[in-house]
């Protein structure tokens, strides 16, 4: 696969880089003053012979189960490789050099690592490629998380737009987190629209005109709605009466959108988009916590002053992987397919025996929104499932049930690890509460990466499901 190939090359040269620069530190003459025995020295000498190690045999032989940990262990190799004697909150003038010792450098002002860097500038340019926005038109900034993300452009919103008794529309499957936060903001009036539909979040905007509308372009929920954003922007224009902000969580279709394309042609429609960096862009890798934020380029320099102000920015950016734009969009089709795949292997052998456990993905023509899908080029790789009856949809019933679903892959061989999280290369299914601290629930499942065992996967499910009852 494309996207292998180019993290593969991509952690290779971060290895070789980080291991020149720690060559370089172990030459300087307060280095070699500590002496052999030194721990710093022997730390270092170590990490520097497995990095090589790496580079030179195992990285470019990784395959099939130890290639992803392999991965894993080169990223974060490099970024140990870097940081193991730096500064913990390095200024300017010790933020883009290995230093644990005084050097004698230019002292200019004091700028402590929470300003950005080089390093972070240059992920910043990699993911804002790789997402397929803009540079002329849109900037991208990294965060520590993907809720510090909604943070940033929450503070910002705060500042600059909002004011008491200001309405804000939000779509029914917005996060549930990213819900909390703004409805424990006591002087805003919160609307939630009646349905997930483009139609109802346009007649949510038209009845209440908020100033600002938080939308989910492919939601956090068990229906799984689906929202062609750019029709929705477009259709929002005529008919918001001022200027509306639309705050848009693009986790789920990483990479599917540019909601910045045209924007000039929609003057009364203003976008502030994030997403969570730990998911899709890391690869399935989960190498660290980290968001992003992308806003308009006349934007950039204020959401940076404030970024800097809240200390929201990522803290370990030589951790994160950068590849190519059709790279990704590789990983992200294949995971796509997989879905696609788990869905039609569940329909037909739910056809045989009757349906006991309904599956739901955009791709299905059943879909209410299986018409907004065409304009997109992967829909992600996340797979919803509930039982018909529902007395199963519970988090302790559905917990044993994936603890009976693991066990009968591990019989098959069938690769299937368990977890809330999503877009790794090995199929993970987890238990989602419809909302936050309810015991209604349902299945959820990314998908992975491979067609042939997901096929198998969609089967084995709903075996395990009349089993299970």
């Keep these: 696969m494309e996207d292998l190939l180019e993290l593969r090359a991509d952690a290779a040269r971060r290895l070789q880089a980080a291991t020149s620069q720690m060559d370089r530190f172990l030459l300087r003459d307060d280095s070699q003053s500590l002496g052999r025995t030194d721990p710093t020295r022997t730390l270092c000498e170590a990490l520097s012979t497995e990095a090589r190690r790496l580079v030179a045999e195992t990285l470019h032989e990784c395959d099939g189960p130890t290639r992803e940990s392999t991965l894993r262990s080169a990223y974060r190799l490099a970024s140990s490789l870097a940081n193991v004697v730096a500064w913990s909150a390095p200024a300017s003038q010790e933020s883009c050099a290995l230093n644990s010792f005084p050097a004698v450098v230019a002292r200019d002002v004091v700028a402590y690592a929470r300003y950005g860097s080089d390093e972070t500038a240059a992920q910043e340019e990699a993911y804002l490629a790789m997402l397929g926005f803009d540079p002329a038109q849109a900037r991208l900034l990294l965060t520590s998380s993907g809720m510090t993300a909604y943070a940033l452009i929450e503070a910002f919103l705060l500042r600059e737009v909002l004011r008491p008794a200001d309405r804000v529309v939000l779509h029914p499957g917005v996060y549930f987190e990213t819900r909390q936060q703004l409805q424990s903001l006591p002087a805003l009036d919160i609307k939630i629209a009646r349905g997930g539909s483009r139609t109802d979040i346009l007649q949510a905007i038209a009845a209440h005109q908020p100033k600002v509308v938080l939308v989910d372009p492919l939601s956090h929920s068990s229906e799984v709605r689906l929202l062609d954003l750019p029709r929705l922007l477009h259709a929002a224009e005529g008919v918001c009466r001022e200027v509306t902000w639309f705050i848009v969580d693009g986790t789920l279709l990483s ?52 970024r800097r102000g809240i200390g929201a920015i990522a803290s370990e950016t030589l951790v994160l992987p950068r ?32 349906r006991i456990i309904e599956c739901t993905f955009p791709s299905e023509p059943s879909h209410p929104d299986y018409s907004e899908a065409f304009h997109y080029p992967h829909l992600g790789g996340i797979v919803v499932f509930r039982f018909r009856e529902d007395r199963f949809n519970r988090r302790k019933p559905l917990e044993c049930f994936i603890d009976y679903l693991l066990a009968s892959a591990r019989s098959q061989n069938l690769p299937l690890t368990a977890g809330v999280s999503f877009g790794f290369r090995l199929p993970r299914i987890g238990v989602t509460l419809i909302a936050y601290g309810a015991d209604d ?16 996967l969609g089967r084995l499910i709903v075996r395990c499901a009349r089993e299970f009852q």
């Design 323 to 354: 590849v190519s734009r059709n790279a990704y969009l590789g990983y992200l089709r294949a995971q796509t397919g997989c879905a696609k795949a788990v869905v039609e292997a569940v329909l037909e052998s739910s056809a045989h025996g009757g």
């Design 255 to 306: 990479g599917g959108f540019d909601p910045f394309s045209h924007h000039r042609l929609r003057p009364k429609v203003r976008v502030l988009y994030y997403e969570s960096g730990c998911k899709y862009m890391q690869f399935g890798m989960d190498l660290g916590p980290a968001g992003v934020v992308v806003v308009e380029a006349s934007l950039a320099q204020q959401f940076e002053q404030l």
């Design 441 to 456: 629930a349902y299945l959820r499942l990314s998908a992975g990466v491979s067609v042939e065992s997901a096929a198998k």
